[in-house]
């Protein structure tokens, strides 16, 4: 088996794409029941939930954010791990890849958690085309709640492409797969400004050590990309004059 073929079988979508999408679905028709329907059947859960000034949706919301967040951090430095071939060392290439990509989209469903469960907040009074729909929103920051949703569509078109990988071709799944830090920087961009907990020193520890940990991450594999192709420059040069070499003895033979 050639190096080509042995990346390729190492980079393999261990989810298929039916499960992929049916687990989705699951995820925002549970959350969907849990904030509309289930307090409607618990007349207990309804007091405690639907009350004049329930909070429990908004801290599952603000918890949930953190969680998706931090998913997303650990599956992109996975990702930035395999191209750097950091991740053949440990865990191994194709356990980093099917963690990457189980990682991804466990980071989807709280996303999709984050964003439905405030639905049943009564500060913001969300619908669910204003969650839905991008910049919808007009009761709490619409500019910078749609920042963090069009991040999350960004980020569900990069987990999508795990599963058209073989029809769209390596060369077109890395380039979506660029975009990921696009979604990250939204994603940052989003709770920095959007969300409560900003100015919290925790809060900020943590967006500066996830952001400065992919950006160092990141200038890491730029630099390995230059040395190698700069490596494969030399060999060539060297190749090259040796081949001239040999053709200058035996002519003059």
Known sequence: MNSRNQDQSEYESTIGGQTFLTILLAMAVGTLMAVVILPSWMPRLASSLLGSDPKAFWFLSRGSSFVAMSLLWLSMALGLGITNKMARVWPGA?????????????????????????????????????????????????????????????????????????????KTWRAIHYISFVCFCMALYHGITSGTDTKMLWAQTYYWVSGASLLFLLIYRIIVSIIAKFNKSSARRMTAAASSVRESTTTAQ
Do not use: C
């Not at 709280?110 to 009761?139: E, K, S």
């Open 94 to 170: 194709p356990a980093a890849f099917a963690i990457h990509e189980y990682v991804s989209l466990l980071g989807l469903i709280f996303a999709i958690f984050h964003a439905l469960v405030l639905m049943g907040d009564h500060y913001i009074n969300f619908t669910l085309v204003q969650i839905v729909v991008p910049f919808a929103a007009t009761g709490y920051k619409p500019l910078l709640v749609g920042f963090g949703q069009v991040g999350f569509y960004v980020w569900l078109l990069v987990a999508l492409s795990f599963y058209v990988r073989s029809k769209i071709g390596p």
